[in-house]
């Protein structure tokens, strides 16, 4: 089958489409044939190795992906998963981590996954919108649901607002009744976050965000008032301190990564003085997966798709990714 395939670290020019071997179904696998892979902002990190996580090589990108069952395992009921059911993989598995990071990813005709790690996409729905949605969307209900309680009427700003994670806290937010101040780094996605419902948005490349809080909110003060309520932080490295700054008392921060950097340091000053919490996020449950796709069936929430490229073209897909070229998510046809 075709696979695109990194051999070692490095650029995007490491990616070759090749042809390796068909995966061998196990017991409680199945054999899910392709129909859309997406490529999400982890993917660069491990081709560039600027994670601590070991990854196997020869390695496949992608922990997103959309297809049909065309084999199952032998103690798999069949009546349970009929060859032709339209799925999408939940991509952390148990004993072998995550799928495109330390498993085999999507970026290929067929992927072997656990039928456990199946969840059934809901008529209607089609393989791109499908395979954009677990990784990005899955993460964004999280944050902004469960561990984030984003509430009516609460200002939200979300830094990195024009990447996968980006759009769908945008529109999750929105969804809840927020009032949303987005950052991005381009004059053209400025705009696409305001066509998304963005109230107030902000181009990190000219304009200074705490400034640009400040004068919009005011300055936050701890006898009440000023800036906003929710910082959603997934760029860490210099963002990190500066967004303390933009919350109001009482304010949270809710993190789920750290693009530009975890080395991020601290003034705890503002934790204490502006009564701060800062919240975790990790991952998403097969039911937030199904969740999404159940929004985005009715139209809920519409996936954000900046492109869909062929497979042969993971390389270049990657790159835009890297260059910060991408509004939404990139989405891959074998
Ligand atoms: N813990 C979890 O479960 C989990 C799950 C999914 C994702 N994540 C993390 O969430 C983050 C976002 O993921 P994603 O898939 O949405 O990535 P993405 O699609 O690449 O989007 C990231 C956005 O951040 C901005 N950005 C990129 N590089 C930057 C840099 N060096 N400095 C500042 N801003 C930068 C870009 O927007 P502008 O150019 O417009 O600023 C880009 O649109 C990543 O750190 C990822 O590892 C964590």
Same mark, same amino acid.
């Given at each position: 089958?075709?696979?695109?395939?990194?051999?070692?670290?490095?650029?995007?020019?490491q990616?070759?489409?090749?042809?390796v071997?068909?995966?061998?179904?196990?017991?409680?696998?199945?054999?899910?044939?392709?129909?859309a892979?997406?490529?999400?902002?982890?993917d660069?990190?491990?081709?560039?190795?600027?994670?601590?996580?070991?990854?196997?090589?020869?390695?496949?990108?992608?922990?997103?992906?959309?297809?049909?069952?065309?084999?199952?395992?032998?103690?798999?009921?069949?009546t349970?998963?009929?060859?032709?059911?339209?799925v999408?993989?939940?991509?952390?598995?148990?004993?072998?981590?995550?799928?495109?990071?330390?498993?085999?990813?999507?970026c290929?005709?067929?992927i072997?996954?656990?039928v456990?790690?199946?969840v059934?996409?809901p008529?209607?729905?089609?393989?791109?919108?499908?395979?954009?949605?677990?990784?990005?969307?899955?993460?964004a209900?999280?944050?902004?649901?469960?561990?984030?309680?984003?509430?009516?009427?609460?200002?939200?700003?979300?830094?990195?607002?024009?990447?996968?994670?980006?759009?769908?806290?945008v529109?999750?937010?929105?969804?809840a009744?927020?009032?949303v101040?987005?950052?991005?780094?381009?004059?053209?996605?400025? $705009?696409? +976050?305001?066509q =998304? *419902?963005?109230?107030?948005?902000?181009? @990190?490349?000219i304009?200074?965000?705490?400034? !640009?809080?400040?004068?919009?909110?005011?300055?936050p003060?701890?006898?009440?008032?000023?800036?906003?309520?929710v910082?959603?932080?997934?760029?860490?490295?210099?963002?990190?301190? $500066?967004? +303390?700054k933009? =919350? *109001?008392?009482?304010?949270?921060?809710? @993190?789920?990564?750290?693009?530009?950097?975890? !080395?991020?340091?601290n003034?705890?000053?503002?934790?204490?003085?502006?009564?701060?919490?800062?919240?975790?996020?990790?991952?998403?449950?097969?039911?937030?997966?199904a969740?999404?796709?159940?929004?985005?069936?009715?139209r809920?929430i519409?996936?954000?798709?900046?492109a869909?490229?062929?497979?042969?073209?993971?390389?270049?897909?990657?790159?835009?990714?890297?260059?910060r070229?991408?509004?939404?998510?990139v989405?891959?046809?074998?």
């Amino acid at each position: 089958m075709k696979a695109a395939v990194y051999h070692q670290h490095g650029g995007t020019e490491q990616i070759r489409i090749e042809d390796v071997p068909a995966p061998v179904c196990g017991p409680r696998d199945a054999i899910v044939e392709v129909r859309a892979a997406a490529l999400n902002g982890f993917d660069p990190m491990m081709l560039m190795k600027t994670t601590g996580l070991k990854t196997p090589l020869p390695m496949v990108p992608a922990g997103d992906a959309a297809g049909v069952i065309v084999e199952l395992g032998a103690e798999v009921d069949p009546t349970r998963w009929p060859l032709g059911t339209a799925v999408t993989i939940y991509p952390m598995v148990s004993d072998e981590g995550m799928t495109g990071e330390t498993r085999i990813g999507a970026c290929s005709e067929y992927i072997r996954i656990p039928v456990a790690n199946l969840v059934r996409m809901p008529d209607g729905l089609g393989f791109e919108d499908a395979a954009s949605l677990p990784i990005a969307y899955g993460t964004a209900l999280r944050m902004m649901r469960v561990r984030g309680r984003i509430a009516a009427g609460e200002k939200v700003l979300i830094w990195g607002a024009t990447g996968g994670v980006g759009v769908a806290c945008v529109q999750l937010a929105k969804a809840a009744g927020a009032e949303v101040i987005a950052c991005g780094s381009a004059a053209w996605k400025l $705009e696409r +976050l305001r066509q =998304l *419902g963005a109230e107030v948005v902000i181009d @990190t490349s000219i304009e200074n965000v705490r400034e !640009a809080v400040w004068q919009r909110f005011g300055k936050p003060s701890t006898h009440g008032g000023g800036g906003v309520d929710v910082v959603v932080n997934y760029i860490g490295g210099d963002t990190w301190v $500066e967004s +303390l700054k933009l =919350l *109001g008392p009482g304010g949270r921060m809710v @993190t789920c990564g750290a693009t530009a950097g975890y !080395a991020t340091g601290n003034d705890v000053r503002y934790i204490w003085s502006y009564e701060l919490t800062i919240i975790g996020s990790n991952g998403w449950s097969m039911d937030d997966q199904a969740e999404v796709l159940r929004m985005a069936r009715g139209r809920e929430i519409e996936p954000v798709i900046h492109a869909v490229r062929p497979l042969a073209e993971t390389g270049a897909a990657m790159q835009e990714l890297i260059d910060r070229k991408v509004f939404g998510k990139v989405v891959l046809v074998p």
